[in-house]
């Protein structure tokens, strides 16, 4: 009986191997030859803007910057950086991180530019302190772009600048490597790609987890047939913070003189606020700036998850809900005392459709740090991630057709890692894994989840036309500056 087993299994296999090695094939004649980058596989192609494409989605972006090709670089060629926004992020993990493996990755630190002098000042010190030269200062990113020897832009500003400085970058011959989320709003990823794609720019989005080779190795599986298809997936970020989430400390330092307040606010935003320290330290609060959980920490979840499907898509249908019952800011005291109510919520739950069949679950909370179990569920089998490893099970009914297995442990996931991956894809020696295409589709799960969970609506997308609706077929505009009160 054993035998016979196993020879069951080997021929039930054999079959599952050849079904899906045709199935890939079939889907490489029509999926085209665009990549999510590192090992994710091939996505769907890039959808051109159609003359049904909405209205509020075509808007092409526009640009004061001079375009510029920028230098093509050998593998053996030096990187030069520049930074734009060195905050808590920005300095911490781009300017520290690429500072303590700048000989490995064989790059230069140019410029530092922020709309705070203090941090400019603070910025160039480190660099100093790191053995790595003097960079120039700016208050400007644009004059930043105006260098021709700089090949890389790290943009690290509050949300609603991340598509102006990225698409100007490009636009200026600089590879973007870009804080999550990549855009504050949904036609804003539009413009990004479409810079991307026809200036050839590598644009990396922060979002490290996809250097984390476990959901490669999950993509890989699910890629070979080894889960059947997927039905469903599911995963959550989770925080308890009982002052209030992102109630940074207020420093002294920060005061009209020290900011442009003016350049910092930018043009897009509809409802200028007179200069703000709260505001400034504390951004993700508040709707103009940031979508709160939706574009802090889903971000964390969402790249991977749509990475270790093996194929990335556009979601079909998006929905979330949340709210802001537990009332953290009431209770902020100390260096982390606020005066104001946040506007984003303190828990969120989102579910999404795609065209493949896959439903996937992701929530976040910054008032429970009580996590779900990271989990990629097939007909046939489920994968868990814990661990650092993906353990494949089998379902019940495949028992004699799909063996258990375990990988290889592997490295947890680092922002140097994602930052060396980063520069591999700009010397052409691999692919950006968080790159443009994933990244697209990541946002547009975003973009709709907030409009979902303000608006009170299930919203539909079609990637072919970038409409969104209702579920009557209505065309509803996405959330966008100056849509809503708070924004």
């Known amino acids: 009986m054993k035998r016979a087993a196993s020879s069951r299994r080997q021929f039930l296999q054999t079959a599952?191997?050849?079904?899906?090695?045709?199935?890939?094939?079939?889907?490489?004649?029509?999926?085209?030859?665009?990549?999510t980058g590192g090992s994710a596989g091939p996505s769907a192609p890039s959808t051109p803007v159609s003359a049904g494409t909405s209205g509020a989605l075509k808007k092409a972006f526009k640009t004061n910057v001079a375009p510029y090709a920028g230098k093509v670089l050998g593998a053996n060629d030096r990187i030069v950086c520049?930074?734009?926004?060195?905050?808590?992020?920005?300095?911490?993990?781009?300017?520290?991180?690429?500072?303590?493996?700048?000989?490995e990755n064989n790059i230069a630190h140019a410029a530092i530019c922020d709309v705070s002098?203090?941090?400019?000042?603070d910025n160039i010190k480190k660099v100093q302190d790191g053995k790595a030269g003097t960079p120039q200062g700016y208050g400007d990113y644009r004059q930043l772009l105006e260098r021709k020897d700089i090949d890389v832009i790290f943009c690290a500003t509050v949300d609603h600048w991340h598509t102006k400085v990225s698409c100007d970058a490009m636009t200026a011959g600089k590879h973007v490597y870009v804080e999550k989320p990549m855009t504050r709003h949904l036609h804003e990823a539009f413009q990004i790609h479409d810079i991307a794609k026809s200036t050839g720019k590598v644009l990396q989005v922060g979002s490290q987890g996809c250097s984390d080779m476990k959901w490669?190795?999950?993509?890989?599986?699910?890629?070979?047939?080894?889960?059947g298809p997927v039905v469903m997936s599911q995963g959550s970020y989770m925080r308890n913070n009982p002052k209030g989430e992102w109630n940074y400390d207020v420093q002294p330092w920060c005061t009209p003189d020290d900011v442009n307040w003016a350049m910092w606010m930018g043009n897009e935003i509809k409802k200028q606020v007179p200069f703000n320290a709260d505001h400034y330290f504390r951004w993700r609060k508040y709707y103009p700036y940031c979508s709160g959980l939706l574009g802090d920490l889903f971000p964390h979840k969402l790249h991977p998850y749509m990475l270790a499907t093996g194929n990335p898509e556009f979601p079909l249908r998006v929905a979330a809900v949340g709210n802001k019952k537990v009332r953290t800011d009431a209770k902020s005291e100390g260096k982390s005392k606020t005066e104001y109510e946040r506007d984003v919520c303190e828990i969120i739950q989102l579910i999404a459709e795609?065209?493949?069949?896959?439903?996937?679950?992701?929530?976040?909370s910054t008032v429970n740090e009580q996590g779900t179990q990271e989990m990629i569920r097939g007909h046939k089998a489920t994968l868990t991630m814990a661990g650092n490893k993906v353990e494949l099970k089998p379902e019940r009914p495949f028992a004699e057709e799909i063996d258990p297995q375990t990988s290889e442990p592997f490295a947890t996931e680092s922002v140097a890692a994602h930052h060396k991956n980063f520069f591999g894809a700009i010397r052409g020696t691999a692919k950006a894994n968080a790159g443009i295409d994933l990244a697209v589709k990541v946002q547009t799960v975003i973009s709709l989840a907030e409009t979902s969970e303000r608006l009170g609506m299930m919203c539909y997308f079609d990637a072919a036309t970038r409409r969104v609706t209702d579920a009557t077929g209505r065309e509803i505009a996405p959330l966008s500056y100056g849509t809503t009160e708070l924004s």
């Open 117 to 121: 002098k203090r941090r400019v000042q």
């Open 216 to 227: 490669h190795k999950a993509a890989e599986w699910i890629r070979a047939g080894k889960i």
């Open 82 to 103: 520049g930074f734009v926004g060195v905050g808590g992020q920005g300095s911490g993990a781009h300017v520290g991180q690429s500072l303590a493996h700048k000989d």
């Open 354 to 364: 795609f065209p493949s069949g896959m439903v996937m679950h992701i929530t976040s």
């Open 16 to 35: 599952a191997a050849a079904a899906a090695a045709a199935s890939a094939a079939a889907g490489c004649s029509t999926a085209g030859t665009g990549s």
